[in-house]
Structure formats: structure tokens, C-alpha cells
């Protein structure tokens, strides 16, 4: 009782002064932080301390995550109908709990199928959970500023890359390996939860607002009206998923997914493969996680004033040659313009990835189109560390497979030039009379 009265002392404090939709971005972008537990930058960390203990090799370890991975991506449908049905508040409550309860269950793997579990409930609840939550309330916050909200999200993401592999290894090299997964977990709940439970609101007209700050006044009753009724506006999922539009966003999101995904997985060994000392591998991922959080703002506002289809095919031809680009790394000059074309593609894939479903499905089945959506970009990030992993144990290098991977974005780069905004089914049978 006492946590909603200050819920409700801090909403009418801040309202009286900016826009609350502000203050649900700030919040989701220290939660967006949080799902660090649940990325490949901070696992990637583990993997040497688990092939020692465990005595399990990287194409093992990778399967272990793949398989995880995909089990996680299969239950987004069902939890993004849950965010529909219950609101984001119960939600991100129960999910930044079982969070960290994943983060120590990962502390006390002990074989191969305890790992696989452990993998799947932190990129389940982390890199699944976590970030579609944020997304979907941020979407319902902002509608003609969504791009620029998306971006500033995003940089909770920037910062994580950089700073949760470097937290981790410090807890590794203070703790020991299974105790930083503990104190990984700790911080989760320290973050998520208080956030939660004070500031978040699941729409902003259930607290007597719209979209972007637009608050009704007498004066205005059927504008706000308007705006009310085109807020509750949006495709089902049932008429999105028959759309041409809905597969080709699907496969534009597998595509970097499963990319990114195998570029921070295998980052490290590839530079070291290349004769590249630890110390430049650590430095990539500082350069990634900054140059991301610098282009962020800029892409959001992009998205905002371009439109999306071109953004979205001149995104994935720079994935391209940035796969094409780690493979020539060969000191720390191509090391800072590698870590800086990916650090962009970040900011691009993290964007995208919480604003395109929105912008072309609209809002009020957000929850269940993104659940299905976010299912097929986590599937792809299952699938990105296989071909790596097995065609570095089949033929000791990593470049043959990453000039292949390459050619993947660019077919997403062909397709996406082409996208078009769907109609739904009134629509369509509006436009057939019409025509007929």
C-alpha cells in the first residue's frame, strides 16, 4: 500500500513538470541496461572458464546456447500475450525476478544440460523478456517521437556492452566464475525491481495522458478523442503474420540478429585467431559499446525524418561489410574502424528491433505482434553461433564462414528496399469496394 501511494506521489510530481513518458523511457533504459545477464557480450566472457571446468568444447558450448536459445524464443508469443492481458507492470515485475533467480541458477551449472537450461532461462528472461517489455512500453508512451525514444533506450544497451564485460571479468578474476554470476544476479534485481514497482505505468492513457505528451483538454475533446481512437488502432496478430510486410521485417530482425549474435559470441577469438592480443579484443568492445551509444540519438532521429524501408535496407548492407571487415583486422587502427562500423550496426539492430513493429502494425496488439517478431529475431540469434563454432573445429579459422555469412544481409537489404505498409483486413475489404 505504501508503494502505491508513492507510485502515485511520484507520477503527480513529475506530471506537473514533464511529460511522464520521459520518465518511463529513462526507467526502461537503466532496465535495457539490466538485460546484460541474458547477452552473447557478457556470456562470451564465461566461455573459456566453462570449456575449463566443464571440459566442454566452443562448438558444444555454442550448441548448448543455440538449442537454449531457440527453447527461449519459442515462449515470446505467449508472453507478449500475456503483456496484452495483465499490463507491462505485473510483468516486468515477475520477469526481473526469475531474472536474477536465472543468473544464480547459472552460478551452479555443474554438466552440459544444466548449462543448456541455464542458458535458455537467462536469454529467455534477459535478452528475450527483458528487452521486449521495454520495447513495448516505450511504444506505448511515444508514437510520432518513437524513433528517437527507441534510440535513447537503446543506449541502456550501448552501455551494457561496454560495461558489462568488463564487470564480469572483473567478478570472474575477484570471485571466481559461479560467485560473479551471483553478484550478475544481485544487481539484476537491484536495478529492475524498484524501477518497477515506482515508476512504471503500462499506458499512458490509463493515467489520463497520450502519446508524446498530447494531453486533452476541454477545448480540444474530439481531437483527443481522435487521438485516443487511433492510439487503439493496430493490426492483430492473426492479420500481421499474413503479410508480406510482417516476413519481410521477420527476416530483415533474423538476419542481424543471428549475425550480431555470432560477431559477439566469437569476437575475441577471432581477433586472437588473427594474432591479435586480448587487450585489442577487450578495447572492440569498449569502441562498440561507445560508438553505439553516440549514433543512437542519431538513428532514432533518422527514423523519425527518413523513410524506414530505406533505412532499414542501407542498415543491413553495413552489416555486410562489417563482417567482411573483422576478417582484415590486423592492429589497432582496423581494430577501432571494425569496432565502430559494429558499434552502428548495433545501434541500428537494437533500434529497429523495438521500433519497426510499432510503426508498421500499430499499438494494440503490440504486445502479441512483437512476441511473435522478437521470437524469430531470438531464433536467429540461436542459430548465429553454430556455423562459426563448428567451422572453426572443421577447418581452424573463421573467415570462410564469415565472407558466406556476409551475403545474408544483403538479400535482407533487397527485400526490406521494398517494404510497404500493410492494411488490415477492413481495410483491404474497404479498398476492394471500393475498387469493384
Known sequence: MAITQLRKGLFEAFRGKIYYGWIILAACTVMFFASGPGQSHTFSIFIQSLN?????????????????????????????????????????????????????????????????????SLRFFGQGALMMLCATLVAQWFQQKRGFAMGIMAMGFAASIAAHPALSQWLLD??????????????????????????????PEQVGLLPDGKTPEPEEDSEAAQADQSAEQGLTRYEAIRTPTFWVIAFGLFTPAMLITS????????????????????????????????????????????????VFSGFHILLSATLVMINFVDGLPSALIYGAMFGLCNAFSITFFGYIWAHYFGRKHIGSIQGVGQMIGVFGASLGPLPM????????????????LALLPISAAALSFFLQPPLSESEENNASASAS
Open 263 to 310: 560477431l559477439f559470441f566469437f569476437q575475441k577469438e577471432v581477433l586472437i585467431s588473427q594474432g591479435q592480443p586480448e587487450t585489442l579484443a577487450a578495447t572492440v568492445f569498449v569502441v562498440t559499446g561507445v560508438m553505439m551509444a553516440a549514433s543512437l540519438p542519431i538513428v532514432g532521429w533518422i527514423l523519425d525524418r527518413i523513410r524506414t524501408r530505406y
Open 389 to 404: 563454432g563448428f567451422a572453426y573445429d572443421i577447418f581452424g579459422s573463421y573467415h570462410q564462414i564469415l565472407f558466406i
Open 52 to 120: 575449463q571446468e566443464l571440459g566442454i568444447e566452443q562448438a558444444g558450448i555454442a550448441s548448448a546456447y543455440g538449442f537454449a536459445t531457440l527453447f527461449a524464443a519459442l515462449m515470446l508469443p505467449r508472453l507478449g500475450r500475456l503483456v496484452d492481458r495483465f499490463g507491462s507492470f505485473r510483468m516486468f515485475l515477475a520477469v526481473g525476478t526469475l531474472l536474477g533467480f536465472a543468473c544464480v541458477g547459472f552460478g551452479l551449472v555443474s554438466n552440459v544440460y544444466w548449462l543448456g537450461a541455464s542458458f535458455a
Open 174 to 203: 575477484t570471485l571466481g566464475w559461479r560467485d560473479a554470476w551471483l553478484g550478475l544476479g544481485v544487481i539484476s534485481w537491484a536495478i529492475i525491481l524498484p524501477l518497477t514497482l515506482l515508476f512504471v505505468h503500462n499506458k
